[in-house]
């Protein structure tokens, strides 16, 4: 076995040595790219399949390696985390045995198999779709219909509990390029990341527009940079024109609006089960908890589907009436948790009803809390109880699902 391969190789070497683009004809060509794009998948297969047995013995160690994953990476010319997704795919194939078979046919990339394993491992019904999938839809179609799959759920703890991951998960990163131009990379939950693109598409074509008037033109990507750099550190040019044309005072005060696609049984149910969506077109999966929180500051739309068609289309609108907005103002100056004195950065909370159900903005069924505990009450099972000056927050069965306490306070003195 080991025989062939080497003898394989060599002729693949030997190929190379002498391979001259030029001296073939286009059509010659393709036919040689797609079998070098075949035999990539091969190799890949051949990378999934033996690591793990690889990396069982003392070899990386014996090298100096700190891990298993360190040598991968040194082998391969790749990076840690990359060696890592494939021990993990192949942990994963040992029990969807068709996504094996496919791979072993040289059917899959490395690219579609590490996302139908990360898919299919907590869903192995899905494997076959997924296969079917990867057969007759773009890499980005079989993503989006893996985090489908992965968004399924058997009970509403359940969606939170992932989603909830993500949000313990987020971060911001950033690195130079050898250029010296500045990189940036972050990880969102899908709420947090559509509410960003939305305010981030108004000020970006804001500036499009001012350029445009101006006679500049540049890519949509440029007007985005520039978007995200004046949403940061400056004065948005959108958030300067609404205010220049405001004309009401009941007016959303961030501009952005939220899309929500949801199937009707999965907004009564409380969660999404497959076959059923719920999610924000362009962004990915949320759990059903987030079509029934509070948005502050945004406005939603929400689509509720009935099979293919969209039955009703329903405007959100979180805004609270200015006179009802400042009694609560007065009423409740920090978060109406006991021992929380937070008073920046407080959001309405509909306590008795969700908005979802009740359609009202009232101030008997509104209190101001911090952003912090809010994600509790939405996402942790939490619920708040009582009523003005007697509030009291209930903790869910079984206590605190969050893995951190509150934010600790800072010396304001």
Same mark, same amino acid.
């Given at each position: 076995?080991?025989?062939?391969?080497?003898?394989?190789? @060599?002729?693949?070497?030997?190929?190379?040595?002498?391979?001259?683009?030029?001296?073939?004809?286009?059509?010659?060509?393709?036919?040689?790219?797609? +079998?070098?794009?075949?035999?990539?998948?091969?190799?890949?297969?051949?990378?999934?399949?033996?690591?793990?047995?690889? #990396?069982?013995?003392?070899?990386?160690?014996?090298?100096?390696?700190?891990?298993?994953?360190?040598?991968?990476?040194?082998?391969?010319?790749?990076?840690?985390?990359?060696?890592?997704?494939?021990?993990?795919?192949?942990?994963?194939?040992?029990?969807?045995?068709?996504?094996?078979?496919?791979?072993?046919?040289?059917?899959?990339?490395?690219?579609? +198999?590490?996302?139908?394993?990360?898919?299919?491992?907590?869903?192995?019904?899905?494997?076959?779709?997924?296969?079917?999938?990867?057969?007759?839809?773009?890499?980005?179609?079989?993503?989006?219909?893996?985090?489908?799959?992965?968004?399924?759920? #058997?009970?509403?703890?359940?969606?939170?509990?992932?989603?909830?991951?993500?949000?313990?998960? @987020?971060?911001?990163?950033?690195?130079?390029?050898?250029?010296?131009?500045?990189?940036?990379?972050?990880?969102?939950?899908?709420?947090?990341?559509?509410?960003?693109?939305?305010?981030?598409?108004?000020?970006?074509?804001?500036?499009?527009?001012?350029?445009?008037?101006?006679?500049?033109?540049?890519?949509?990507?440029?007007?985005?940079?520039?978007?995200?750099?004046?949403?940061?550190?400056?004065? $948005?040019?959108?958030?300067?024109?609404?205010?220049?044309?405001?004309?009401?005072?009941?007016?959303?005060?961030?501009? #952005?609006?939220?899309?929500?696609?949801?199937?009707?049984?999965?907004?009564?149910?409380? %969660?999404? +089960?497959?076959?059923?969506?719920?999610?924000?077109?362009?962004?990915?999966?949320?759990?059903?908890?987030?079509?029934?929180?509070?948005? $502050?500051?945004?406005?939603?739309?929400?689509?509720? /589907?009935?099979?293919?068609?969209?039955?009703?289309?329903? %405007?959100?609108?979180?805004?609270?009436?200015?006179?009802?907005?400042?009694?609560?103002?007065?009423?409740?100056?920090?978060?109406?948790?006991?021992?929380?004195?937070?008073?920046?950065?407080?959001?309405?909370? /509909?306590?008795?009803?969700?908005?979802?159900?009740?359609?009202?903005?009232?101030?008997?069924?509104?209190?101001?809390?911090?952003?912090? %505990?809010?994600?509790?009450?939405?996402?942790?099972?939490?619920?708040?109880?009582?009523?003005?000056?007697?509030?009291?927050?209930?903790?869910?069965?079984?206590?605190?699902?969050?893995?951190?306490?509150?934010?600790?306070?800072?010396?304001?003195?």
């Amino acid at each position: 076995m080991l025989a062939d391969l080497l003898d394989a190789r @060599r002729r693949i070497v030997a190929h190379l040595a002498e391979a001259d683009p030029e001296r073939v004809t286009t059509a010659q060509a393709v036919e040689v790219f797609e +079998v070098f794009a075949e035999l990539e998948r091969l190799v890949v297969a051949g990378k999934v399949l033996y690591s793990g047995r690889a #990396t069982q013995g003392t070899a990386w160690r014996d090298e100096g390696h700190r891990s298993a994953a360190s040598w991968m990476a040194e082998k391969t010319g790749s990076g840690v985390g990359e060696a890592l997704a494939v021990l993990e795919t192949a942990e994963a194939l040992q029990g969807l045995p068709e996504t094996t078979e496919a791979l072993r046919r040289g059917q899959l990339s490395a690219s579609q +198999v590490k996302v139908i394993a990360g898919a299919a491992a907590s869903h192995p019904a899905s494997e076959r779709s997924l296969l079917e999938t990867a057969a007759g839809h773009s890499l980005k179609g079989l993503r989006e219909r893996a985090a489908q799959v992965r968004a399924t759920a #058997t009970s509403a703890e359940e969606e939170k509990a992932r989603y909830l991951a993500v949000h313990r998960a @987020r971060y911001v990163r950033h690195w130079a390029d050898p250029d010296g131009a500045f990189r940036l990379d972050a990880k969102l939950t899908a709420l947090d990341g559509a509410k960003f693109l939305s305010a981030l598409g108004a000020e970006a074509d804001a500036r499009f527009d001012a350029a445009r008037k101006a006679g500049e033109h540049e890519s949509p990507a440029a007007y985005s940079a520039d978007a995200l750099v004046a949403l940061v550190t400056g004065e $948005p040019m959108a958030k300067s024109r609404a205010s220049k044309s405001r004309s009401s005072k009941t007016t959303r005060s961030s501009g #952005t609006t939220v899309c929500i696609r949801v199937d009707g049984s999965a907004l009564v149910r409380g %969660h999404a +089960v497959a076959g059923e969506v719920c999610d924000i077109p362009g962004v990915g999966p949320v759990p059903v908890a987030a079509v029934r929180s509070q948005l $502050p500051e945004a406005f939603v739309k929400i689509l509720v /589907h009935k099979g293919a068609d969209v039955s009703t289309v329903c %405007h959100v609108g979180r805004t609270v009436t200015a006179h009802v907005q400042s009694a609560l103002e007065a009423r409740d100056p920090v978060c109406v948790v006991p021992r929380c004195d937070v008073a920046q950065g407080l959001e309405n909370h /509909h306590w008795e009803v969700d908005y979802v159900v009740c359609k009202t903005t009232s101030l008997a069924g509104l209190a101001r809390v911090c952003h912090w %505990h809010h994600g509790l009450l939405t996402y942790g099972g939490y619920e708040l109880v009582g009523a003005p000056g007697s509030w009291e927050m209930r903790a869910p069965p079984g206590g605190d699902r969050f893995e951190t306490g509150p934010p600790p306070r800072r010396d304001t003195g």
